[in-house]
């Protein structure tokens, strides 16, 4: 498939994520090229304050794609639509969906797609979160059915920030957890780079591994009818299809 041909996923991110593209990008390469919109720089905002204002102007951030033909848009945020709930979440997407003329989902909405295509009830909440962000992913989850059976926070160094989480620092607060070999964890947040650490957290056992990046990609595919292309050298997708059925 060339480049002028395949299909193009538009993907909304925070300005400072520096993880959602290249590792969405990974997993949707070649069937799909990927194009962003950011949302504003927010200067001397609290996290919450900027996450409330990324719902106000989402509207305006996808109308930023202008007349590029996209085949689905992703809204790699999970933050700020836990703020809005499932419902909440749900009618916004949908109505952006409206407006463009195209599929949209957040990344948590392509997660609880993901979920109830693999039957996951319930979860192991792995969150790089604010506390009080942890404590709102989690009341978001189990509203939309999800039981959240534990929550493994993950630290950068002595802090909370997704965005500097380190593949030692996710594979070592994990195996501190001292989980399951069978049990579905989630990993959530799209800033979090998890691609590497995920090899070494999956090895040698039967947990279901999900992301928000790995499910939004899923979604993308699924939604155009793609399957998973040869660029795809995680597996990642791969391990999610072999209990699907399916190519994503």
Not at 87 to 115: I, M, N
Not at 210 to 232: D, F, H, M
């Amino acid at each position: 498939m060339s480049l002028q041909s395949a299909e193009r996923l538009g993907v909304v991110v925070p300005s400072g994520n520096a993880a959602a593209e290249p590792e969405i990008g990974n997993l949707v390469r070649p069937a799909m090229n990927v194009h962003t919109s950011r949302f504003p720089i927010l200067p001397g905002r609290t996290l919450r304050e900027r996450l409330d204002t990324y719902n106000e102007h989402l509207d305006e951030v996808v109308a930023g794609f202008g007349g590029l033909k996209l085949g689905a848009v992703v809204v790699a945020c999970s933050g700020s639509h836990y703020l809005l709930g499932p419902d909440g979440d749900r009618a916004l997407c949908e109505k952006l969906a409206e407006a463009g003329g195209r599929p949209v989902a957040s990344s948590t909405l392509a997660t609880l797609d993901t979920c109830a295509d693999l039957g996951v009830r319930d979860i192991v909440l792995v969150s790089p979160y604010e506390p009080w962000l942890t404590d709102l992913s989690r009341a978001f989850w189990e509203e939309a059915g999800l039981t959240v059976s534990r929550v493994v926070p993950i630290r950068a160094g002595d802090r909370f920030s997704p965005y500097d989480v380190s593949t030692d620092d996710l594979v070592r607060q994990v195996a501190e957890a001292g989980l399951g070999d069978d049990e579905a964890l989630l990993l959530t947040g799209t800033g979090m780079f998890t691609f590497d650490a995920l090899r070494q957290i999956g090895e040698g056992n039967d947990r279901i591994l999900l992301t928000s990046n790995i499910c939004s990609a899923r979604w993308a595919l699924k939604q155009t009818g793609l399957p998973v292309g040869p660029a795809e050298e995680t597996g990642l997708l791969r391990r999610l299809a072999a209990r699907t059925g399916g190519t994503a």
